[in-house]
């Protein structure tokens, strides 16, 4: 199974970015203690140039990477970098994205050293680039930059669920019907799997969040990279702003009686 480890504390940041900061020697003592989420430049209140937080700085983060991973992999997830992001793990170009408002996620096994302490450098560019979304039109927001939103790895087996995409679709009856809170629901999933084999089965099972027990939604052998899987879901609680239900959805990955892998999807079940 799979385990998570945040890495939101203990970061190092500096305005000045320079090139020796990718590499584990470099002297952070110049650097600030940060924790995410972080915002490259705090702004006052009153009137300021939105250039004045639009520079390249650097981020740096030491983890333990446990013996126990070896044969593993290591997943690294940065949920928010605003906005043009080089991150490296060790002084080796782990990968890249462009768009803070969108996560990503790299594969950072063959970087890090197990049993040790290693290091995860980010050079990031905050400035606006007329082909990095939002940007590129009228933007009538600051788009503060930072590593704003959280940080975390993600120790997995080379077998495992590599996303969850859910979806719902009412019955005729509760698309008719204006002031219904409650329909049938048709849940569908795109689930995709990295290395499954033929044997496989993908098990899925839903609770209202903050209830205790699943209940099991149905079983359908595992096709391909991505499997579609479609269940009904009685009487389902329609989410509005009133009422802002949410469902957990659990994917398993199975193989016999062992269940190798499994990803919690949550999902509000709408109108429209």
């Known amino acids: 199974m799979r385990e998570y480890i945040a890495l939101n504390d203990g970061w190092r940041f500096t305005e000045q970015f320079s090139e020796g900061m990718l590499l584990p020697e470099f002297d952070e003592s110049g650097m ?9 430049k705090e702004v006052p209140f009153h009137y300021f140039d939105e250039h004045c937080y639009q520079f ?7 983890f333990m990477a446990k013996e126990e991973w070896r044969g593993r992999r290591v997943l690294l997830t940065i949920d928010g970098a605003a906005h043009e992001a080089q991150v490296y793990v060790n002084g080796v170009k782990a990968g890249e994205h462009r768009c ?3 996560a990503f996620t790299m594969d950072i096994t063959k970087e890090i050293v197990f049993g040790a302490e290693n290091l995860i450098a980010v050079r990031l560019d905050s400035r606006e680039t007329l082909n990095i979304p939002p940007f590129g039109f009228v933007v009538d927001y600051l788009t503060y930059g930072g590593l704003t939103r959280e940080v975390w790895l993600t120790v997995c087996d080379s077998i495992r669920i590599e996303d969850v995409f859910v979806y719902s679709r009412l019955s005729e009856e509760a698309l008719r019907t204006a002031c219904t809170f409650t ?4 849940l569908i999933a795109e689930v995709s799997v990295k290395n499954g084999k033929d044997d496989m089965m993908l098990r899925q099972s839903i609770r209202e969040k ?16 991505t499997t579609k899987l479609c269940f009904l879901l009685k009487a389902a609680k329609l989410w509005d702003t009133e009422h802002p239900v949410l469902y957990e959805v659990k994917t ?13 999807t949550v999902v509000g079940i709408r109108r429209t």
Do not use: F, N
């Open 56 to 62: 390249v700085s650097g981020y740096r983060k030491k």
């Open 252 to 264: 398993e990955l199975l193989q016999g009686e062992s269940i190798l892998d499994e990803l919690v």
């Open 210 to 225: 903050g209830t205790e027990a699943y209940a099991l939604l149905g079983e359908q052998a595992l096709v391909g990279d």
């Open 100 to 102: 803070g408002y969108t």
């Open 32 to 40: 600030a203690q940060v924790r995410l989420p972080h915002t490259v």
């Open 183 to 186: 329909a049938d629901a048709e």
